[in-house]
C-alpha cells in the first residue's frame, strides 16, 4: 500500500478541569492518493478530532501524521478545511472569500489575471459563478458551502478535509451536494477525508469507510471498502442488494456493536 | 420564489422606533418587493389582494408613526399649559416659548461678538467638542480594546483599573482637567474623551473576543500572517461592535457636553442654557432644551447609518 497520508498510532488527551481527557488512542490509517475516506461514528467519538489533527488544527499527544512521508504539525493550504458550518467570512464576497485562498496559495506561483480567471474556474466547478458578486449572507446555506468548497479546491490540495460539510443541510440540498462532489472527485481525482454521521452518505460517496468506536479513548473500529463501481448513481443504488450490504454492515456496526449505552 | 418571502419579511415590520421619515421609503420598498413577488407568481388575483393588504399595512403603519407620537406631544402639551396655568406660572406658556423659538431660530448664526452668538454657533462649538473629545478617545480607546480583546494578560492587568473609572462620572475629571491644561476648553474636550472611551474600549474588546473560532481556523489554514490577521479578519470582523461602542459613546458624550460647558462657560449650548437662567429667560432654555434633543437625534441617525453599513448579518 502506497503511503500518501498516513496517520501513525494517533492518541490525543485533552487537558480539562475535571482532569486529562483521552480522546482517540492508538489511530493508525493509510490514505492512498485519490482515494475517498468518510470516518463515520456516534456524535462525541472523536470523529473531528481526527480530522482537526490531520489539518494541524490540533496537535496530537502521541504518534504521527505523515503526509507524503513529511511529518506535518501545523495547518496549512495542502490539507484545505471546508468547515461544517461554512466559515465563510461575511464581509467578503462569494468571489473574494474564495480568492483570498488563491493569492496566498499562488502568490509566486500565478499572475494576478490567471489568480481570477482559477477562482472563478473554481466558483464554476460548483456551480456558484452566477453569485460571484454576493455576500454570503445573501445566499442559502448549500450555496454558502458550495463556495466553503470551491474555497478549499481552489488551494489545489494534497489532502481534501471535509467536516460534515452537509451536517447543515435539507435533505435535498445535501443530495444536490453530494451529487457535485461526485462529479468534482471524478474529474479532479481529490484525495478526501470527510466526517459524516449519515450512512447513506458514506456508503455513497466513500472508497472506505472508516468506522471509529464511542469515545472516550475512540479508536478505529472497523475500515469497511465499498466496491461499488463509479460512477455511482444514488438512484440505481437504491435498488442494488449490494449497496444495501453494505449499508447493513455500517448499521451493524453502529447500532449493534457501538451503541451508546445513554443515546 | 424562497427568497422573496425571506425578503419580503424584514421591511413589512418596520420597527416601531424607526421615525417617521422612514415611513415613505419602507413602504416603497414593499411595493417594489410585491411587484417582484407579482411577476414570479403570476396570478393576478392572489397579487391584488396581496397589493391591497400591502396598501393596507401601509396605512396602518402611516397612522401609527405619526398619529400615536402626535398624540403623545399633545398630552404634554396639556400637561405643560395646566403647570404653566396652575402650578408654576414662571413656566412659560407654549405661545411664549414659541414666540421666542422663532426669535432664536430666525438668525441662528448671528454674530454680535463673543457674548451674543446666534444659537447655531452655541450648538456648532459644543458639537466641536464633542467630536474632538470623541476623535481623541477613538484614536486611543479601538487600540486599547483591541490588545485588551487579543491579550488575557493585558485583559487582567487594566481591566480591574477601567471597572474602578468607568462608572465615575465624567465631569468629576474637569477639575483634573482644569488643573492640567489651565484652559476650559481643553479642559472641556477631555471630559469628552473620558466619556467616549469607556465604551469604545470595552465594546471593541468584546467585538475582538466575539470573532468566531472558525474565522480563526479559517486563517489558520490558509496560513495567514500577524499582520494579514489583524487586516483581513480582525479589523473587518470587529468593525460593527467598534461601531456600536462609537455610538454610544457619542450619545453619552452629547448628554456629558451640555452639563461639562455650563461649568467651564464661554461659547457652547451648555453654557448657553446657563447663561439664560442666570437672566430668568426661561423661554430660551425650553427653546435650547427641544434643539438639544433635536441634534442628538441627528448624531444617533448618523451613527446608525454608518453602522448598518457595516452590520455584515443583515
Redesign the interface.
Known amino acids: 500500500m502506497s503511503n500518501y497520508l498516513s496517520l501513525e498510532n494517533v492518541g490525543i488527551t485533552f487537558k480539562t478541569q475535571n482532569g486529562p481527557f483521552r480522546a482517540l488512542d492508538d489511530v493508525s490509517i493509510k490514505i492512498e492518493k485519490g482515494e475517498y475516506v468518510t470516518m463515520i461514528g456516534h456524535s462525541g467519538c472523536g470523529k473531528s478530532t481526527v480530522l482537526n489533527i490531520v489539518a494541524g488544527l490540533l496537535t496530537a499527544t502521541e504518534g504521527v501524521v505523515l503526509l507524503e512521508n513529511k511529518e506535518v504539525n501545523a495547518p496549512g493550504p495542502d490539507r484545505a478545511v471546508v468547515f461544517q458550518n461554512h466559515s465563510l467570512l461575511p464581509w467578503l464576497t462569494v468571489y473574494e472569500n474564495v480568492r483570498l485562498g488563491v493569492d496566498k496559495v499562488f502568490a509566486k506561483t500565478k499572475s494576478k489575471a490567471e489568480r481570477d480567471e482559477w477562482t472563478k474556474h473554481n466558483l464554476k466547478l460548483v456551480h456558484m459563478e452566477h453569485a460571484m458578486d454576493k455576500r454570503p449572507g445573501e445566499i442559502s446555506g448549500g450555496m454558502k458551502q458550495r463556495v466553503g468548497i470551491a474555497r478549499a479546491l481552489a488551494m489545489e490540495p494534497k489532502v481534501l478535509l471535509m467536516d460534515e460539510p452537509f451536517g447543515a443541510l435539507d435533505a435535498l440540498t445535501r443530495a444536490h451536494l453530494q451529487d457535485s462532489v461526485m462529479e468534482i472527485q471524478a474529474e479532479l481525482g481529490n484525495t478526501v477525508i470527510m466526517i459524516t454521521h449519515d450512512v447513506d452518505e458514506a456508503v455513497l460517496l466513500s472508497d472506505r469507510i472508516v468506522m471509529l468506536t464511542n469515545g472516550p479513548s475512540a479508536t478505529i473500529g472497523e475500515i469497511l471498502t465499498v466496491d461499488l463501481p463509479r460512477p455511482r448513481n444514488r438512484l440505481a443504488l437504491a435498488e442494488d442488494p449490494h449497496y444495501h450490504h453494505l449499508r447493513g454492515q455500517v448499521l451493524e456496526f453502529l447500532y449493534h456493536r457501538q451503541l451508546r449505552p445513554a443515546a | 420564489m424562497k427568497s422573496n418571502i425571506v425578503r419580503l419579511t424584514p421591511q413589512q415590520e418596520s420597527p416601531p422606533e424607526e421615525s417617521t421619515a422612514v415611513i415613505p421609503e419602507s413602504a416603497s420598498n414593499a411595493a417594489s418587493t410585491a411587484t417582484r413577488a407579482t411577476k414570479s407568481v403570476e396570478k393576478i388575483p392572489a397579487s391584488t389582494t396581496r397589493n391591497y393588504a400591502l396598501w393596507r399595512a401601509s396605512g396602518t403603519t402611516l397612522i401609527k408613526n405619526i398619529f400615536l407620537p402626535v398624540l403623545t406631544f399633545l398630552v404634554v402639551g396639556v400637561i405643560w399649559s395646566y403647570i404653566h396655568s396652575h402650578i408654576a406660572p414662571e413656566i412659560p406658556s407654549i405661545a411664549d416659548t414659541w414666540t421666542r423659538a422663532k426669535e432664536i431660530l430666525a438668525d441662528p448664526l448671528a454674530q454680535n461678538g463673543p457674548n451674543d452668538m446666534g444659537i447655531g454657533w452655541q450648538v456648532l462649538y459644543s458639537l466641536g467638542r464633542v467630536l474632538g473629545g470623541f476623535a481623541l478617545a477613538a484614536i486611543v480607546g479601538i487600540p486599547v480594546g483591541f490588545v485588551m480583546g487579543m491579550s488575557e494578560n493585558f485583559q487582567k492587568a487594566v481591566q480591574p483599573l477601567i471597572q474602578i473609572l468607568r462608572p465615575v462620572s465624567p465631569l468629576a475629571w474637569l477639575p483634573i482637567g482644569l488643573l492640567l491644561f489651565k484652559a476650559v476648553n481643553p479642559s472641556a474636550i477631555f471630559v469628552i474623551f473620558i466619556t467616549s472611551i469607556w465604551p469604545m474600549i470595552m465594546n471593541t474588546a468584546a467585538g475582538v473576543k466575539a470573532i ?1 473560532k ?2 480563526m ?2 486563517a ?5 500572517g500577524k499582520l494579514e490577521i489583524t487586516r ?2 480582525l479589523l ?2 470587529t ?1 460593527p461592535h467598534v461601531i456600536t461602542g462609537m455610538r454610544l459613546s457619542l450619545s453619552i458624550a452629547w448628554m456629558v457636553i451640555v452639563a461639562a460647558e455650563m461649568l467651564t462657560g464661554g461659547i457652547g449650548i451648555g453654557f448657553y442654557v446657563w447663561d439664560e437662567w442666570n437672566n430668568l429667560n426661561v423661554p430660551s432654555i425650553i427653546v435650547a432644551i427641544f434643539i438639544i434633543g433635536i441634534v442628538g437625534i441627528i448624531l444617533e441617525s448618523v451613527m446608525t447609518l454608518v453602522h448598518r453599513h457595516f452590520d ?3
Request: aromatic letters at 12%; glycine letters at 0%; proline letters at 11%.
Open positions: 468566531p472558525d474565522y481556523n479559517v489558520a489554514v490558509l496560513r495567514l483581513k479578519i473587518p470582523a468593525l455584515y448579518s443583515r
